[in-house]
């Protein structure tokens, strides 16, 4: 009989259940099998066979799907799973092609369609909260106003989702002591009233400094994420992620663009380098360096 995977029908061959369905608990996902097979250097088997098999497969096709099942658990489970990884840019794109009219909580939506509050139509709106029995959700516009909206009165997409930041930003800018309720910081200057201090948010570029692991001071990261139970930061270094304190980091100049896994190497390359050149120096030579004085 043919191989469900190959399609080939190899003479002598070893039949054995698919080791992607019946060795992974829980078996590999479309979604796990898609991120493996856009990754660089994914086997051309993933581009020619399905996610998993319910019958049997030939020896062959069972040791290179074995090898991938091993990549699932290494590259994919072993991490957290795909939330805690970043997407591929083809996983992003067909997810938010996907998804990107979904009405979810706290996201954002326009109004049209109404007839006898017409007044409401074309305005943006955040999701609150959606009444099962009646279908309706329960939306909060920028100055804190609460209506219920049919959902078939609402439409989110990501051109909503901009229209929404923008609505927001304009009202926090004239109403500059009005609260916000969904406890996200409004779009003002960085330090302004932000959860975040002034040079650190999502997105900025950082250097590292006076950290006990000396290989990594003067490297350059990229904060993700403040960690409110550590009281720290998440910075990604190219090559890995750290969660540092605020007095370990400083804001760099706009034009330096963020770390990359090439960039990272080429600073663990000078650190080394740099190690290797003051466990030369002697007493003398490391305090003229640290304090600027020969002695």
């Not at 088997?45 to 019958?55: G, I, L, P």
Request: glycine residues 8%; aromatic residues 8%.
């Amino acid at each position: 009989m043919p191989c469900p995977a190959c399609g080939e029908d190899p003479s002598g061959t070893e039949w054995k259940w698919d080791p992607l369905r019946w060795e992974l608990d829980p078996p590999c996902t479309e979604a796990e099998w898609r991120y493996l097979a856009d990754s660089t250097g994914a086997p051309e088997v993933m581009t020619t066979q399905q996610c998993a098999y319910m019958k049997k497969v030939c020896r062959g096709c069972y040791n290179s799907r074995l090898l991938i099942m091993a990549k699932v658990q290494t590259r994919i489970r072993a991490k957290g799973g795909l939330e805690e990884l970043d997407p591929s840019m083809k996983m992003r794109k067909e997810y938010e092609a996907a998804h990107a009219n979904d009405l979810l909580k706290n996201r954002a939506a326009k109004i049209h369609g109404l007839q006898s509050a017409d007044h409401f139509n074309g305005q943006v709106c955040r999701l609150i909260v959606k009444d099962s029995e009646s279908g309706r959700w329960t939306v909060e516009f920028v100055n804190g106003e609460k209506k219920a909206i049919r959902e078939s009165n609402l439409h989110a997409s990501q051109d909503v989702d901009m229209e929404w930041e923008a609505a927001r930003v304009e009202y926090a800018a004239s109403n500059s002591t009005s609260a916000q309720t969904d406890g996200k910081p409004v779009g003002r200057p960085l330090g302004t009233h932000t959860s975040w201090e002034k040079g650190f948010h999502p997105g900025a570029v950082v250097f590292l400094q006076n950290l006990k692991t000396k290989e990594l001071n003067g490297r350059k990261g990229r904060c993700i994420s403040f960690n409110k139970e550590a009281g720290r930061y998440e910075v990604d270094l190219g090559d890995e992620r750290k969660l540092l304190k605020i007095e370990n980091l400083v804001p760099a100049p706009r034009d330096v663009k963020p770390p990359t896994r090439q960039t990272a190497q080429e600073e663990r390359e000078r650190a080394a380098a740099e190690h290797v050149r003051w466990e030369a120096l002697n007493a003398r030579e490391r305090h003229a360096e640290e304090y600027g004085w020969d002695g």
